[in-house]
Structure formats: C-alpha cells, structure tokens
C-alpha cells in the first residue's frame, strides 16, 4: 500500500507555521546573532574598501531579521556608505513580513532594498537568460542550501559572482547536530521530494575543497525544546515534528513503528539533553565563510 505520509512542503501554510514555531522553540537566531555581533564585523571588515556603494546580496532572507543585523554590521564599518541590498525570497508572505520590519526600523535611510519574489534557482536561471552576472560585495545563504537543485554548481555559481574583496556567508545545519543523525538514519522514511534535500556543514569541505575555494567553519551551539514532541496531541508539538521530519502531519500519518523509532531517537543523550525537566534538542548551526 502506497505511504500516506507527504512532504510538509505541499502545504506552504503548515510549513511556514511550523518553520515560525521552531524560530520561537530554538535559539537559532540568538545563535546566529551572536555570530553577527562577535565575528560578522571582522568578517566584512574590507569588504567596501574604496566604494561609494555596497552591494549585498540575500539568498532566502525570510522575514529580513537576520538582514538587517547583517547591514547593521556593514554601516557600522562603513558610515555613511550607500548600500544597495536585493533580497531574493520566494515566500510573498515572508517578504510582506520584511518590508513591514524595514518601516519599522530606523537608521536605514543609506540601504535601497529591492525584493524579488523567487527562489535562488530562479535567480539564477533569469540572471543566465538576461546574460547578467552583477558583482556583489557580499552574498550570504542563511539556511537556503536545502532548497536548491544542485548545492556544489549553486555554491559555485553564486561564488563566481563575488568582487575581489567580497565574501559569501553560508549558514547551515551542524554535522555536529541531532539533524545529521536524524536524518542520516532516516532520511529513507521520509516523504522527501526535489523541493528539499538534507545537506550539513559535514559535507561541505569535500565540496569546497573540490571547487579549490578558501573557506573558515564556525560552530553555532543551538538548542530547540521539543519538550512538546512527547506529549500526545500538543499541537505545538505535532508542528515541530512535521518540522524536523519535513513531514506534512507525521503524528498522524507515520507508521506507528517509525514514530516510536523517532521518538526514541529523539530522547537519546547524542541528540537531546534533558535540562529543567525540558528536552533540548541540539539544533547547531555552522557558519561557512568563503573567500573569493
């Protein structure tokens, strides 16, 4: 009999509930700002030496609250500096959330923002059909690679459009992370489709050192309380297991002997530790910065 179990992605308004559910359950962002604050700066520290205008390019910039850390980071390098900064996003929803944030904030009157409702495979493939390849002084691809049909011809592809002081941050799940084991073991069961592939840092240095690129990893400690998996019925915790295992309803549609499997997974000291009577995921992230 054919699986009922479907990807969570053919309902793009369970998954943006749930993806918004693990930001609120997780320290991803606190982790990733920390990053911002205490190695972003030296990161882009010559990135826009000699400009009159920095250009930045955003890979799936969400809801822009990573965003506008990012061009907080480059004013305070560059005052006064004019900053172009395109966003490409494919969810409407997402970008509508970003613009409202960019009204709200202050300090912004140098950044032009211009959005473009795609994915960066799209990008891609208008730029190629427009025959463009504009330079950009700073790319980053914050938890975008799981999206893209080819990961190393995208990681080449949006390398080769870095000026000569410029960088690309890719930010990404840990090898060190519960998702690696999660995944790795069964990544088989689940309803993936060509919408969303399972990639970690732990594959990236065999796919930079293949493409000669220069590169420095940063590991991002970060937990998700999952807390709520365990009790039967929570809605919140039926989102988050759809989250982890980009399954549409996975309390309801995985066979019983996968989820008691999962579950159990789930429990193990290598993937959650239980703290304050919580189970905390460990959800790291790793940052990748790659020379031109």
């Given at each position: ?14 998954y ?9 359950k ?12 205490r ?8 990135i ?12 799936g910039?969400?809801a822009?609250?990573?965003?506008l850390?990012?061009?907080?980071k ?14 490409i ?5 997402q970008?509508?959330?970003?613009k ?7 300090n ?7 959005w ?11 730029m ?12 980053h ?10 990961i190393p ?7 080769s ?20 084991t999660?995944?790795?073991?069964y990544?088989?069961?689940?309803p993936?489709?060509?919408l969303?592939s ?22 991002l ?40 499997q ?16 919580k ?12 020379e031109?």
């Amino acid at each position: 009999m054919a699986s009922p179990m479907r990807s969570l992605l053919t309902n793009p308004d369970r998954y943006l509930r749930s993806f918004r559910l693990f930001l609120e359950k997780s320290t991803e962002h606190q982790s990733m700002r920390e990053f911002m604050e205490r190695q972003l700066p030296d990161v882009i520290a010559s990135i826009g030496n000699g400009k009159s205008t920095i250009n930045v390019l955003s890979i799936g910039g969400g809801a822009g609250e990573m965003d506008l850390l990012i061009l907080s980071k480059v004013q305070a390098r560059y005052p006064g500096v004019a900053i172009n900064n395109e966003v490409i996003e494919p969810s409407a929803d997402q970008i509508s959330k970003y613009k409202e944030r960019v009204a709200q904030t202050s300090n912004l009157g140098k950044v032009k923002f211009t959005w473009h409702e795609e994915t960066a495979d799209e990008y891609e493939s208008r730029m190629n059909a427009e025959k463009k390849s504009k330079k950009w002084d700073f790319i980053h691809m914050i938890q975008v690679l799981y999206y893209v049909k080819d990961i190393p011809a995208t990681v080449r592809y949006f390398h080769s459009l870095l000026e000569s002081q410029a960088k690309l941050l890719i930010i990404l799940v840990s090898g060190k992370s519960c998702w690696e084991t999660l995944w790795n073991k069964y990544r088989s069961s689940f309803p993936l489709n060509d919408l969303c592939s399972y990639v970690s840092s732990g594959d990236f240095p065999k796919i930079l050192d293949s493409a000669g690129l220069k590169y420095q990893l940063y590991e991002l400690p970060s937990h998700l309380d999952i807390t709520s998996c365990f009790i039967e019925g929570d809605k919140d915790g039926e989102l988050l297991l759809d989250f982890l295992t980009e399954t549409l309803e996975f309390s309801k549609t995985a066979p019983p002997e996968l989820k008691r499997q999962l579950m159990e997974e789930l429990r193990k000291p290598g993937c959650s530790e239980n703290r304050d009577g919580k189970v905390l995921f460990n959800n790291n992230l790793c940052a990748i910065v790659i020379e031109p």
